[in-house]
């Protein structure tokens, strides 16, 4: 009897969030020690580059990591019009061609633009180490993307762990020990993700289905037919939607300064780690699987699992973003210092456009499947040009709460699909509960109010949701039958 597709989802969503929660836990772990070895306006300094580097990386893809989710099956399946090898070493061969000229125009870029484009004089240096990070990161993407495709998720989760643990202690070294700067901070981070790298390419390359990388087997073809399709995919989708998650830093840094935008990443970093850890898994599943199935099943049974899929992500998700809201502004402080306690009310925010952004590949996987760039180009373009112009409009008047709210906007715009009523209301009605819920000390407040929040959430679902009232019903009727006939069980 073959596995159904939901439960393949949740086990492969699982390796995802347990390789998301021993890294969020080395986040937790980080994040404070981070935070207190540098200054407001160091992290802030951290935050720009963070965000050019994750533009750059998008650049140096050129989308070709959507093209190997959405052709792996196909030549996996020898339909295809080149092997699986050819697919293979096009792909990474290409990937590193665009992933030098990135490193290059990032490199060269940074070193002639007007110093006051830039501000701190030490992020022209810092530039040029991340530079060789952003190659690093584009070959890693190619692998990474081709263990998605094949759905090994347990080796993926393996890597991204270890990676996770045994980087982590030399960037450690490095800001302790060596020296306090940033200079020493991304020297050890392009250390171990090169060696990250070169590790995870060895342990592929001993597998015995893995495809072999031959620069002979390039085709220029199938690279200018993947470029079709991933190079829309880059400006419509990925890069856009970089736009809508960091466009906000450049208006912050520009015209506000380091240090309002030190204060904003510290809680957006907050925010990110509670949604790798208990929702980045779903999206990062679901798309191969979906992508599989419409191979293989359908369009029928791919709707169906769609709709669950997204279904379960929404009623997870809901009780994150009331979660987080309410307890997030305690938290920060004591994670990341007092210094950071102003940024606080920006937590709301954040982690709702967080978890509604999470959902794009379940509502746009009608357009993904059947490859409609286009429209994910208008889409995603648009709303990214409103995120900035929100942006532009708002930190000016009310500071980074302004760019919080129009990361939101935008991202609720770029995902209406999610707009349920009742899903809403459940979660309002919960986050207006719990809001009344104070005691002495911070700590005991954010304890309260996450026990009071779970069964409260539960009632609600209960007294909304069909599916849930049936399964209340199935469990009760269990209960009172193991109660009239102990032996029942």
Same mark, same amino acid.
């Given at each position: 009897?073959?596995?159904?597709?939901?439960?393949?989802?949740?086990?492969?969503?699982?390796?995802?969030?347990?390789?998301?929660?021993?890294?969020?836990?080395?986040?937790?772990?980080?994040?404070?020690?981070?935070?207190?070895?540098?200054?407001?306006?160091?992290?802030?300094?951290?935050?720009?580059?963070?965000?050019?580097?994750?533009?750059?990386?998008?650049?140096?893809?050129?989308?070709?990591?959507?093209?190997?989710?959405?052709?792996?099956?196909?030549?996996?399946?020898?339909?295809?019009?080149?092997?699986?090898?050819?697919?293979?070493?096009?792909?990474?061969?290409?990937?590193?061609?665009?992933?030098?000229?990135?490193?290059?125009?990032?490199?060269?870029?940074?070193?002639?633009?007007?110093?006051?484009?830039?501000?701190?004089?030490?992020?022209?240096?810092?530039?040029?180490?991340?530079?060789?990070?952003?190659?690093?990161?584009?070959?890693?993407?190619?692998?990474?993307?081709?263990?998605?495709?094949?759905?090994?998720?347990?080796?993926?989760?393996?890597?991204?762990?270890?990676?996770?643990?045994?980087?982590?202690?030399?960037?450690?070294?490095?800001?302790?020990?060596?020296?306090?700067?940033?200079?020493?901070?991304?020297?050890?981070?392009?250390?171990?993700?090169?060696?990250?790298?070169?590790?995870?390419?060895?342990?592929?390359?001993?597998?015995?289905?893995?495809?072999?990388?031959?620069?002979?087997?390039?085709?220029?073809?199938?690279?200018?037919?993947?470029?079709?399709?991933?190079?829309?995919?880059?400006?419509?989708?990925?890069?856009?939607?970089?736009?809508?998650?960091?466009?906000?830093?450049?208006?912050?840094?520009?015209?506000?300064?380091?240090?309002?935008?030190?204060?904003?990443?510290?809680?957006?970093?907050?925010?990110?780690?509670?949604?790798?850890?208990?929702?980045?898994?779903?999206?990062?599943?679901?798309?191969?699987?979906?992508?599989?199935?419409?191979?293989?099943?359908?369009?029928?049974?791919?709707?169906?699992?769609?709709? !669950?899929? $997204?279904?379960?992500?929404? &009623?997870?998700? @809901?009780? +994150?973003?009331?979660?987080? =809201?309410?307890?997030?502004? #305690? /938290?920060?402080?004591?994670?990341?210092?007092?210094?950071?306690?102003?940024?606080?009310?920006?937590?709301?925010?954040?982690?709702?456009?967080?978890?509604?952004?999470?959902?794009?590949?379940?509502?746009?996987?009608?357009?993904?499947?059947?490859?409609?760039?286009?429209?994910?180009?208008?889409?995603?373009?648009?709303?990214?040009?409103?995120?900035?112009?929100?942006?532009?409009?708002?930190?000016?008047?009310?500071?980074?709460?302004?760019?919080?709210?129009?990361?939101?906007?935008?991202?609720?715009?770029?995902?209406?699909?999610?707009?349920?009523?009742?899903?809403?209301?459940?979660?309002?009605?919960?986050?207006?509960?719990?809001?009344?819920?104070?005691?002495?000390?911070?700590?005991?407040?954010?304890?309260? !109010?996450? $026990?009071?929040?779970?069964? &409260?959430?539960? @009632?609600? +679902?209960?007294?909304?949701? =069909?599916?849930?009232?049936? #399964? /209340?019903?199935?469990?009760?009727?269990?209960?009172?039958?193991?109660?009239?006939?102990?032996?029942?069980?």
């Amino acid at each position: 009897m073959s596995e159904s597709p939901l439960k393949r989802l949740f086990v492969q969503a699982s390796h995802y969030s347990l390789a998301n929660l021993f890294t969020g836990i080395v986040g937790l772990i980080t994040f404070p020690l981070l935070t207190r070895i540098f200054s407001v306006p160091d992290y802030g300094a951290m935050s720009l580059i963070s965000a050019t580097l994750t533009v750059s990386v998008a650049v140096g893809k050129l989308g070709v990591q959507h093209s190997i989710i959405s052709y792996q099956s196909e030549m996996r399946a020898g339909k295809g019009a080149s092997t699986l090898q050819q697919f293979f070493s096009t792909t990474i061969l290409g990937m590193l061609g665009s992933g030098l000229f990135a490193m290059l125009v990032l490199a060269v870029g940074t070193h002639v633009v007007p110093a006051r484009w830039l501000g701190d004089p030490r992020l022209r240096g810092l530039f040029t180490i991340a530079s060789f990070v952003v190659l690093v990161q584009v070959l890693e993407s190619g692998l990474i993307n081709f263990v998605r495709a094949d759905q090994l998720t347990s080796l993926l989760m393996k890597y991204q762990v270890a990676k996770k643990y045994l980087g982590i202690p030399l960037i450690l070294f490095a800001v302790f020990v060596v020296s306090r700067t940033l200079t020493a901070f991304y020297a050890a981070t392009l250390v171990t993700e090169a060696a990250s790298l070169v590790l995870f390419w060895s342990v592929l390359q001993r597998r015995v289905d893995w495809p072999r990388f031959q620069a002979r087997e390039f085709r220029r073809p199938l690279y200018l037919q993947m470029l079709g399709f991933g190079v829309p995919m880059m400006i419509g989708y990925e890069l856009s939607g970089i736009i809508l998650g960091v466009g906000d830093r450049y208006v912050i840094h520009g015209l506000l300064g380091e240090t309002p935008l030190g204060l904003y990443a510290a809680a957006y970093n907050l925010c990110q780690v509670v949604q790798s850890v208990l929702l980045a898994s779903v999206g990062q599943a679901v798309m191969p699987l979906y992508m599989q199935m419409w191979e293989q099943r359908g369009e029928d049974e791919t709707a169906a699992f769609i709709a !669950r899929s $997204l279904r379960t992500y929404v &009623l997870v998700g @809901a009780p +994150i973003i009331t979660g987080l =809201a309410s307890v997030g502004p #305690l /938290l920060l402080p004591v994670l990341a210092s007092q210094r950071y306690a102003a940024a606080g009310n920006i937590v709301p925010w954040v982690i709702a456009g967080m978890v509604v952004d999470g959902a794009n590949s379940m509502v746009g996987a009608g357009l993904f499947i059947h490859r409609k760039t286009r429209r994910i180009m208008a889409t995603t373009l648009s709303c990214a040009a409103l995120n900035i112009g929100l942006n532009l409009i708002l930190v000016p008047r009310v500071g980074i709460i302004g760019s919080a709210i129009a990361t939101l906007v935008s991202y609720v715009s770029a995902s209406v699909a999610l707009a349920i009523g009742a899903r809403r209301l459940a979660a309002l009605v919960m986050y207006t509960s719990l809001m009344h819920v104070h005691a002495g000390r911070s700590a005991i407040t954010a304890a309260l !109010r996450m $026990l009071i929040g779970a069964p &409260l959430y539960a @009632a609600l +679902i209960v007294f909304i949701d =069909a599916d849930a009232r049936a #399964l /209340l019903r199935r469990l009760g009727g269990q209960f009172r039958k193991s109660a009239r006939d102990p032996q029942a069980l």
